[in-house]
């Protein structure tokens, strides 16, 4: 058993929260990623926003209708107007840290309708630009 929890890391010597650093990427392909690119996550109770700092696999800037302070102002944390919101909030909080544009990252099955279409306009109109 000994054994086995030292395999595990369940010892107490060691520190149980260890700190994955991002990879390390080669500068050549470093300037070929775009820097920012925006990825969203939809499930069936909540919308979820999110912009990735390319470079150093950080992100940059999220919004969420989980955050308790948004779930008020929301009338539901899930439809087309949930996802213009947290659209409209990621732009504010993206133009206050100063990043003016970003590259959207759409998954395969993924279209541009529906949530998908409400938060990329939304980001758009706010002011911050598409790549």
């Known amino acids: 058993m ?3 929890s030292i395999l595990l890391g369940s010892d107490s010597s060691q520190p149980s929260d260890m700190v994955i650093p991002p990879p390390v ?3 050549r392909i470093i300037d070929f990623l775009k820097p920012y690119v925006l990825k969203m996550h939809f499930t069936n109770k909540y919308v979820s926003a999110q912009v ?3 470079p150093t ?3 940059a800037s999220s919004a969420s209708s989980q955050e308790k302070a948004l779930r008020s102002s929301l009338g539901t944390t899930r439809d087309v107007a949930a996802a213009a919101k947290i659209g ?3 732009a504010e909080r993206l133009l206050l840290k ?3 544009a970003v590259s959207v990252h759409l998954k395969r099955e993924q279209k541009y309708h529906g949530k ?3 938060v990329i306009d939304s980001l758009r109109d706010v ?3 598409l790549l």
Do not use: E, N, Q, S
Request: net charge positive; proline share 12%; no cysteine.
């Open 52 to 54: 990735i700092h390319t």
């Open 116 to 118: 998908v279409k409400a």
């Open 88 to 90: 409209k909030i990621l």
């Open 2 to 4: 000994r054994k086995r």
């Open 127 to 129: 002011g911050v630009k």
């Open 57 to 59: 696999a950080t992100v």
């Open 98 to 100: 100063d990043i003016p």
């Open 25 to 27: 990427r080669p500068p």
